[in-house]
């Protein structure tokens, strides 16, 4: 028997003698005499010598494409470095086969081409910011050429996005300019907030004077929960001091109050 990979795509092996076993995940292209006959389904198959009979199998189970280190321009003229990633399986073996000569590496140049069209047509921010909406894009036109020998692409897209040190360094101080410009911002409302406030209890204040004893008591009723504290209070214009604790001097007068 003589077995042996396809050189020209990976994932089809074909028999022309001998026997030879296709699995529940291919199919076989039975030719004879070099013509297409028909299609296999998954099952044990012999070719007697001198048939001239071959046999294609191809594997139809889903299998990644990396397309990889692709340097591309931005639509503001920046390079980036990307990885792409695309998930296919083998929709039609008979278009696989028949319409390409080897569907995984146009699939690749497919792939390669849609990401250069949808890289180009956007910024880097933009890039940066709504690769979700690229990769839509790189899928919408990968799809229907895939389709075309074969292959069902069930994603494609950017997997990383590799930028040059002076680019990335100065998208790293644009960030941090823009979370200082943030922080600058809140402060100015929360400083905004607080003297809106203040002019709010002063017109308060002014137009019900009897509040102004009600908040100085809260005040002074905050300070003296304080341990250590001493809070003086005057009332009725007297100050009422707290009483001296040094013992009095043998032989002198006491001081009555008032003098």
Same mark, same amino acid.
């Given at each position: 028997?003589?077995?042996?990979?396809?050189p020209?795509?990976p994932?089809?092996?074909e028999?022309t003698?001998?026997?030879?076993?296709i699995y529940e995940?291919?199919?076989?292209l039975?030719y004879?005499r070099?013509?297409f006959?028909?299609?296999?389904?998954?099952?044990?198959?012999?070719?007697?010598?001198f048939m001239?009979?071959?046999?294609?199998?191809?594997?139809?189970?889903?299998?990644?494409?990396?397309?990889?280190?692709?340097?591309?321009?931005?639509?503001?003229?920046?390079?980036?470095?990307?990885n792409?990633?695309?998930?296919?399986a083998?929709?039609?073996?008979?278009?696989?086969?028949?319409r390409v000569?080897?569907?995984?590496?146009?699939?690749?140049a497919?792939?390669?081409?849609?990401?250069?069209?949808a890289v180009?047509?956007? *910024?880097?921010d933009a890039?940066?910011?709504? +690769?979700?909406q690229? !990769? &839509?894009?790189i #899928?919408? =036109?990968?799809r @229907?050429?895939a389709?075309g020998?074969g292959?069902?692409?069930?994603t494609?897209?950017?997997?990383?996005?590799?930028?040059?040190?002076k680019v990335r360094d100065r998208?790293?101080?644009?960030?941090?300019?823009?979370r200082?410009?943030?922080a600058?911002l809140?402060? *100015?409302r929360e400083e905004?907030?607080?003297l +809106?406030?203040?002019? !709010? &209890?002063a017109? #308060?204040a =002014?137009?019900? @004077?009897e509040?102004?004893?009600l908040?100085q008591?809260?005040a002074?009723?905050a300070?003296?929960?304080?341990?250590g504290?001493?809070?003086?209070?005057?009332?009725?214009?007297?100050t009422v001091?707290?009483?001296?604790?040094?013992?009095?001097?043998?032989?002198? *007068?006491?001081v009555?109050?008032?003098?």
């Open positions: 028997m003589a077995h042996g990979w396809n020209l795509c994932f089809h092996r028999a003698r001998g026997g030879i076993t995940y291919e199919r076989g039975l004879v070099g013509k006959q028909r299609l296999l389904e998954a099952g044990r198959y012999r070719i007697w010598p001239r009979r071959r046999i294609v199998v191809v594997d139809l189970r889903r299998t990644a494409l990396p397309v990889n280190d692709q340097k591309l321009l931005t639509a503001d003229q920046i390079t980036v470095t990307l792409l990633a695309v998930d296919y083998v929709s039609d073996p008979v278009a696989a086969v028949h000569v080897d569907c995984r590496s146009q699939l690749y497919d792939a390669q081409l849609a990401a250069r069209n180009g047509s956007v *910024a880097m890039l940066l910011r709504e +690769r979700q690229v !990769n &839509a894009q #899928l919408e =036109a990968v @229907p050429l389709a020998y292959l069902n692409v069930v494609a897209g950017i997997k990383d996005v590799i930028l040059a040190a998208l790293l101080k644009e960030a941090e300019a823009t200082t410009a943030q600058m809140i402060g *100015a905004v907030a607080a +809106r406030a203040l002019a !709010n &209890a017109r #308060l =002014a137009e019900h @004077p509040l102004l004893p908040r008591l809260d002074v009723r300070f003296a929960q304080t341990p504290n001493t809070v003086v209070v005057g009332l009725e214009g007297r001091l707290p009483r001296s604790r040094t013992p009095p001097v043998p032989g002198a *007068a006491p009555e109050p008032g003098e």
